[in-house]
Structures are given as C-alpha cells and as structure tokens.
C-alpha cells in the first residue's frame, strides 16, 4: 500500500457553486504515539509531535490511553508551545480509555489556528507519584484544513 500527498484544502460534493452547493471540506488527522512509557520518572516530558497546516481548524482532540499506567500517575495535554496545554487543558489518563479534555472559550478560540503559519502541536505527558513500570497512550488531533487565511469556502475552485 502507498501513501499519497498533495496541497490544498480537500472539498468533496457534487455541486461547488450557487444556492444547491453541497461540498464540504474533508476532515484529517495526525497522532503522536507515545511509546512505552515504562521507565519515565516523576516530571514532564514535552514532545513536539506534529505540525497542523496554516489556516486549519482542529474539531477535535482525543487521548487514548492504551496501555494503563502503573506505579505512577499520567496526566496528558497538548498544546501549540512546549509545555502548554493551550489546546486541549491536562486530563488524568492513568485508568485507561479514551480521554477529552474540558472544552473551555480559550481552547476553543486557539483552535481557530494561525493564519501566518503553521500550528505546531506539543503534547506533554506528566507523570506522577513514581516511575512508571507500564503506560502508552495516542493524542489524536483531528483538523479541518481551509484555506491559508482560514477561508472555508475559497472564492475560487
């Protein structure tokens, strides 16, 4: 199987123009996976994970904690600097299963990503109590690309 790459926002619909339009832009998405987590020690571990294209808009950001972390605590968010949660605010992930952080007005609003550049995503995992003997997990962030200047319906085919 091979991969295929091209530019540009993708719309999809039968009909691009007028009052009948039916197009829409295409939801993507990229995940950090974390890795084996046994052996990190007590702290925060700050990875630059991927980059969300100019313009885009993120509809979501998922954590699945796959492997439940053990002897210690992990807590994960993400967010556009090293360190930040300005994305998606930290969510306790030691349990196990599927995780969201809390949807708040400023998280929201950054989600509307920069129209000057490329967003760069950087998930932090903290790790509490003691050193972890288990844990894996994988941030999803799921993103509409629009136009370079946030446009979702360009002007122009």
Do not use: C, H
Not at 88 to 99: D, L, P, Q, S
């Amino acid at each position: 199987m091979a991969f295929t790459t091209f530019s540009g926002p993708v719309r999809a619909g039968t009909v691009r123009e007028g009052a009948n339009r039916n197009t829409g832009l295409v939801v993507l998405a990229q995940s950090y996976n974390s890795g084996d987590l046994t052996g990190t020690e007590v702290g925060n571990v700050d990875t630059l994970a991927f980059k969300i294209p100019q313009g885009s808009q993120i509809v979501d950001i998922t954590i699945d904690q796959i492997v439940a972390a053990t002897a210690g605590t992990t807590t994960v968010s993400v967010g556009s600097t090293s360190g930040g949660a300005e994305l998606m605010a930290a969510v306790a992930t030691t349990a196990g299963g599927r995780f969201r952080g809390p949807a708040t007005a400023a998280t929201q609003a950054a989600w509307q990503t920069s129209t000057t550049a490329d967003t760069s995503v950087y998930v932090r995992v903290a790790v509490g109590t003691a050193t972890l003997t288990a844990g894996q997990f994988i941030a999803t962030v799921s993103y509409v690309q629009r136009a370079s200047n946030g446009a979702q319906n360009p002007t122009s085919a």
